[in-house]
């Protein structure tokens, strides 16, 4: 503002014909200083990475005193031979296609529930909503506990039904099954919430005239509520894919990805590459991949799901 | 705030600002500063100890500060420090894992101790650590790290269980057939067949590695070279090692199957879902607050010998420093290994006492004669070895790691489980040797 004003009122004075050129200028001015400080953050925390990211992924990793070569595709390479890459991307996969469609219908069903007139209302909107105010690490923890044999309350709870304990994250076929069932406790509640927000949004008017009409609550359901409620599930979609790719503290504190990478995911065998074993060009090299991968993502949602959501 | 107000606090503040102005430089002169990274979270008793430990340090050597950093687990400290120095501002001192020498080393961010190491005295206090605890702080000749808080892996036993199964209960199995034959009248099953009470538990996740070369070494077997260019991994007696680690569970079922938590062994231990456990001795004080029974800590069973590993994080001394803050982070070092607090370490944390005469003091001769379990690491000692280390030591251990939890899974036979882990290794160190 004071920028503007500034320049402004300098080149003022003079002739009003030469103020024409200097004012659009400053009109330009002003908008660009008033980006600034939006352009400076994206540029440097989120432009600057991702193309540095991806420079980086085309040289060696830097060690000691040995500096950094363009080893041209050669990461990209050695990430097709690598075996647990592929078991990342492959449990990565597994673990997005069971926690993203079961959290979202938990959420719809949830949100229906507590939207209805029913005893304990807000009693049951508190609990629903519990698991999302905990820190992933302490939820983790907990479930941890759940999840040992013997006494862990999972095995308790079973063995009122006579089935014996079971080594849940200590067995390659449950492990993954475990985490993904963390998984949509600690965001089932968090989505509920968007779906309650647009449920109440909803005018009544519409169930009095489908009652009027004698349409099922199921019909009513598939063909009034859920269409209406397509804008919300496109926000909570996304949501869902960005943290079943990106929400990995549950893996360092359960599993640490095995048995024998049963458990790793794409980003936690990033941190591993990067952190751990300090190969800082490989851990770029996936994180190109991962960055592909959600880019691919996001533009199958918004060119092939955007057409066919109904925006009221 | 009224004009007078104001007036003074201006005044004061301008006060305030000429006397920093003319203390800073002389302060600055004479003062040297040291960033210590230490690995703990804040909070607990472990950082009010390392405080007091620096306040009686500045105390005797005014004008050396020392700012401990806390930076949480081993893994966020290794991290924190390496990114550190990556960006430039490398910490001076920093306690880090034993094993992380060679990756400091090939990152070349740490300096060897032995151009520091001058006089007689100096010398007498290198030769005064448990050699044990030097071969994971020594390589190529030269020293890089300083023991200060290392463990071992022990076995605790408890003492009602074997009890109740008709056993001695002040005797462990002391091999690894006393162990098996134990295992036959401790387990408990109930009337389905589903065990309520295991023999045994030997952890096995975030780094089996470890307690495994409490089996290898009993089995007699080295699983790397002195200077971590090579891996033996595939060596007939390190997969009978781990056959013997799966039959535990698959053919004497006296251990659980799959992988066992590390983190949730100490409570099977006192929940009594195990009768043995091999753990860290740094669980002795966790076990010894919430077992509801007594309890017995051993050395790990023998077989055709006796072993276990030592474990824990030793002093390092970064690279980009002058010799003047060398010389009093050495000073920092050395004054925080003296024996009284050595001794004094130990007793406060569990850690083992890292040199003998500590365990010569008088605080520590009281505390072993209350306390007996403590001198069960100690007597180790004689027998471990260095923890698994090589270069890129944490893409090697991984491998192993896969393997163990890939047989004890029952995904691979253990020989084909440590073929593919030498595979792997072997693929990893051919640029170092």
Not at chain 1, 85 to 93: D, E, K, V
Not at chain 2, 6 to 32: Q, R
Not at chain 2, 100 to 125: R, V
Request: proline letters at 6%.
């Amino acid at each position: 503002m004071q920028s503007s004003k500034s320049i402004a009122a300098a080149a003022a004075p003079p002739v009003p014909r030469a103020r024409l050129v200097p004012m659009r200028l400053a009109v330009h001015i002003h908008g660009w200083l008033l980006l600034l400080p939006a352009a400076v953050l994206l540029v440097a925390f989120t432009h600057y990475p991702a193309v540095a990211t991806i420079l980086d992924s085309f040289f060696s990793t830097p060690k000691g005193l040995r500096p950094a070569v363009f080893v041209g595709l050669e990461n990209y390479q050695a990430m097709i031979y690598d075996p647990v890459f592929w078991r990342a991307l492959q449990n990565n996969i597994i673990y997005a296609a069971s926690v993203i469609p079961l959290t979202i219908a938990l959420a719809l069903a949830m949100a229906i529930l507590i939207n209805g007139k029913i005893a304990g209302r807000p009693l049951l909107r508190l609990s629903f909503f519990t698991p999302t105010v905990l820190p992933m690490i302490a939820v983790a923890n907990i479930w941890l506990f759940f999840y040992s044999p013997g006494y862990g309350l999972l095995d308790q709870a079973l063995g009122v039904f006579g089935i014996g304990p079971h080594n849940w994250l200590g067995d390659q076929h449950t492990a993954l099954a475990c985490l993904i069932a963390v998984a949509i406790w600690k965001d089932a509640g968090f989505f509920m919430i968007f779906y309650l927000a647009a449920l109440q949004q909803m005018s009544p008017q519409l169930a009095e005239a489908a009652a009027i009409e004698g349409a099922g609550r199921w019909y009513f359901f598939r063909r009034v509520t859920f269409p209406l409620l397509m804008p919300t599930t496109l926000f909570v979609l996304i949501n869902a894919i960005i943290n079943s790719f990106r929400l990995i503290d549950h893996i360092v504190v359960m599993t640490r990805g095995g048995p024998d990478n049963t458990t790793a995911l794409l980003l936690f065998y990033i941190y591993e590459v990067g952190f751990k074993y300090w190969d800082t060009a490989y851990a770029a090299t996936l994180t190109v991949m991962l960055l592909a991968l959600l880019a691919f993502l996001a533009l199958g949602q918004f060119l092939f799901l955007d057409r066919r959501i109904h925006y009221q | 705030m009224s004009r007078t107000t104001l007036k003074w606090l201006i005044a004061v503040a301008g006060i305030a600002a000429l006397t920093s102005v003319a203390v800073t430089p002389a302060a600055m002169a004479k003062d040297i500063s040291l960033s210590f990274y230490y690995p703990v979270a804040v909070g607990g008793p472990i950082p009010k100890i390392i405080d007091g430990y620096v306040a009686g340090f500045e105390n005797d050597n005014p004008g050396i500060k020392i700012n401990a950093v806390y930076a949480g687990t081993y893994q966020d400290t290794l991290v924190k420090a390496l990114t550190a120095f990556k960006s430039g501002e490398p910490p001076d001192i920093a306690v880090l894992l034993s094993t992380d020498m060679f990756t400091l080393i090939d990152e070349d961010a740490i300096a060897p101790f032995d151009g520091l190491i001058k006089s007689d005295d100096d010398k007498a206090w290198l030769k005064s650590f448990y050699p044990a605890f030097m071969a994971n702080s020594q390589t190529g000749g030269k020293t890089w790290g300083i023991p200060f808080q290392r463990s071992t892996v022990v076995m605790f036993w408890n003492k009602d269980a074997f009890k109740a199964a008709g056993l001695d209960p002040d005797k462990a199995p002391d091999t690894w057939d006393e162990l098996v034959a134990d295992g036959g009248k401790l387990t408990k099953r109930d009337a389905a067949g589903a065990a309520s009470q295991w023999t045994v538990e030997i952890p096995s996740t975030g780094f089996p590695y470890w307690l495994f070369q409490g089996l290898t070494t009993a089995n007699d077997v080295r699983l790397m070279n002195q200077t971590g260019t090579q891996t033996y991994f595939d060596k007939p007696a390190v997969i009978q090692a781990l056959q013997f680690w799966v039959d535990l569970s698959r053919k004497e079922k006296i251990q659980p199957e799959g992988t066992i938590e590390w983190g949730t062994t100490p409570k099977d231990f006192v929940e009594r879902k195990t009768a043995i456990m091999w753990t860290s001795t740094g669980n002795l004080t966790n076990v010894r607050n919430n077992a509801g029974f007594p309890f017995g800590v051993a050395m790990l069973p023998a077989h055709l010998g006796r072993g276990s590993p030592t474990g824990g994080g030793n002093f390092y001394l970064f690279k980009k420093m002058t010799d003047e803050k060398r010389e009093a982070a050495f000073k920092f070092i050395k004054w925080m290994t003296t024996p009284e607090r050595a001794a004094d370490w130990g007793i406060a944390t569990g850690y083992v006492a890292v040199r003998p005469d500590a365990w010569d003091t008088p605080a520590m001769k009281k505390y072993a004669a209350d306390f007996p379990a403590a001198t069960v690491a100690r007597d180790q000692l004689k027998y471990a070895v260095a923890e698994l280390s090589t270069h890129d030591n944490q893409r090697v251990t991984k491998a192993l790691n896969d393997g163990i939890q890939a047989a004890l899974t029952g995904t691979k036979t253990p020989e084909q489980a440590m073929k593919d882990a030498q595979a792997e290794a072997a693929r990893i160190l051919r640029p170092y040797q």
